[in-house]
């Protein structure tokens, strides 16, 4: 479970990271789409309202319309919450604040933002998420639909205990103002005109949000802790419906960056759907009932069968996959790789071996890893000829790059899989494959390579374990000239010192492509020291230990929610001392200018004291 909740999060952080995400997340100093929302709500309210005082309009329809107002207006206070809104935090919570005296009268968005974040961080955690009473057979949670704004009080006073004085000062004051004008209202001679003109749209116009935010957003027993990806549904896409949802049809979006405005998370979702859609992604439509199901040519995942499995090495074996439902395997990139579901929660990755941009029929090559993690031994022993197995969609973290000039393919063992389908996608073109493996019996293909039309091309290297010396590297790779790329798949610490070799002899970094199948677990970090300035205290942070948790070890919370590095939601500003940084937030920029950092996963060198403006 922890395993398929991590490759979630990576998979958003590489979006994340995508140059066309970070644009999406440069808020604007006046916000024109979250303005004309607010102005529209505020000015439709009070016509309809009017108008039926009037006599104008029924009143049955100017509820009807102030109720759609009320639900729209949400989207205002929902975009503050998140700091959504502006890139001044001083626009953000104005705007934010005026959005949400329609459903919250009294309350500032600060307030709302600690309760709905605690969702974001809970989503599906019976107890802890606020809005999880939301997610049952719709008859049985009609009433806390229309009084969620209860339910939210009474399930923050149950923790009351849990948070900062300050945080419970500001929640007891602002729904002390909820309180008062309520009371005032019942209390003075236009009780009834109140009633119609505002608690009725406000009730129905509350139970709206709460069906269309969280009702049919969150599948019930999926928490977002172990199933990031499928915690949140989108919904179906329908023009009708994407308009009416005002960009909350990619809810599923908004929980993995909630930094991304309401007007931008279509463009989110299309930016970020070829790495999540073959995940699984589940849709649903508006009315309550099951998630959409998608046509078969769109479905993340297919039923193929294992037509033949060929022993290609020592301990590494070939596997030919054809469709076992209906259409046939779809064509891939050069360098593309697919998913297995060798059990529920155990998913591997590999490469596809075999010409890129045909259809039908797939071929992978696995080395059974008894040092593993299970996948290649779970390969090995269940894909035998004529079984069953559930696979992705391909997907290309490394594409094929060609400048016009020399390639050289370079793979360090079971790194050959990925480059066959590149040979055979350049053709005629100048290119060379490098296969260094300990001995022709281990190496992938090593006894066959003459099967390959480009068998040519191919250079084997064998160490037979001594190691390789770094002028053999160096006359494999040959200098540097415009145009030249390399193409480089195998365990780290050999591309690693390709690398080296490469750089030595004048290569660009950017010249280098690579695919690492083994991935490099980040190190725990050293101990450092944070003084906040605001306070002037100081606080150790042991190894290991992200700044967040000592933050609130310490009692002194910042706002969190995916603690991945994705969100952006922690970024905090700092006054001087080095960072490591470990986000996909940051631009390259920002990085270099020490200003900011995001404390959930970047911290602290040791060198000196981290300062932070805090």
Known sequence: MQAQASADWSLAGQ??????????????????????????????????????????????????????????????????????????PLVNEIIGTLGGQFLLPGLEVAVYRHLHLEHHKNTGEHGEDPDDILVGPVLKILPALFFID??????????????????????????????TWHVAWIASPYAQEWLLVWLLPQRLGLGLTAYLFAHIQHPPGIEQRAHPIHATVMIERNPLVLSFMLGQSAHLIHHLY??????????????????????????RGVIDGKPLE??????????????????????ISLFTLTTASDGALPAFEAGAHVDLRLAPHLVRQYSLIGVPGQAGIWQIGVKRDALGRGGSIAVHEQLVPGAIVEVGRPRSHFPLRDDGGRHVLIAGGIGMTPLISMA???????????????????????????????????????????????????????????????HLCGP???????????????????????????????????????????????????????LTDALETARLPVDTLCRRGICGTCRCKVLSGTIEHRDSVLTDEERASGRHMIPCVSRGTGKDTLVLDL
Request: hydrophobic share 50%; aromatic share 12%; with cysteine.
């Open 424 to 486: 055979h996608a350049l053709g005629e073109r100048d290119f060379t494959l490098h296969l260094f493996a300990r001995d022709e019996a281990g190496a992938p293909f090593g006894t066959s390579l003459a099967r390959f039309a480009f068998a040519a091309r191919i250079q084997p290297h064998y160490d037979e374990g001594k190691g390789f010396a770094d002028q053999e590297i160096a006359a494999a790779i040959g200098p540097w000239q415009a145009c030249d790329r390399i």
């Open 294 to 315: 998608l046509p078969e040519a769109e479905r993340p995942w297919r039923l193929a069968r294992v037509t033949a499995v060929e022993e290609i090495a020592a301990g």
């Open 150 to 179: 209860v339910i939210w009080f009474l399930w923050y006073m149950k923790r009351f205990n849990r948070w900062t004085a300050l945080q419970n000062t500001r929640f007891l004051l602002g729904f002390s103002l909820f309180v």
């Open 15 to 88: 979006a994340r990271s995508t140059p066309t995400l970070r644009e999406l997340h440069v808020l604007p100093l006046f916000p024109v789409p979250t303005l004309a929302l607010l102005t529209a709500c505020v000015a439709g309210f009070g016509l309809s309202g009017w108008a039926m005082l009037a006599g104008v309009l029924h009143p049955a329809i100017a509820i009807a319309i102030s109720s759609v107002l009320v639900y729209a207006s949400f989207t205002v206070l929902h975009d503050g919450t998140h700091r959504a809104i502006s890139r001044s």
């Open 492 to 546: 780290s610490g050999f591309m690693a010192r390709v690398a080296q070799v490469a750089a030595g002899l004048g290569w660009p970094e950017d010249a280098i492509s690579t695919e690492n199948f083994a991935p490099v677990p980040l190190s725990p970090g050293d101990a450092f020291t944070v003084e906040l300035a605001r306070s002037g205290r100081r606080i150790e942070v042991a190894a290991g230990t992200p």
């Open 258 to 283: 909630p930094q991304l405005p309401f007007y931008r998370l279509e463009a989110g979702w299309r930016a970020a759907e070829r790495l999540l859609a073959p995940r699984g992604v589940l849709f």
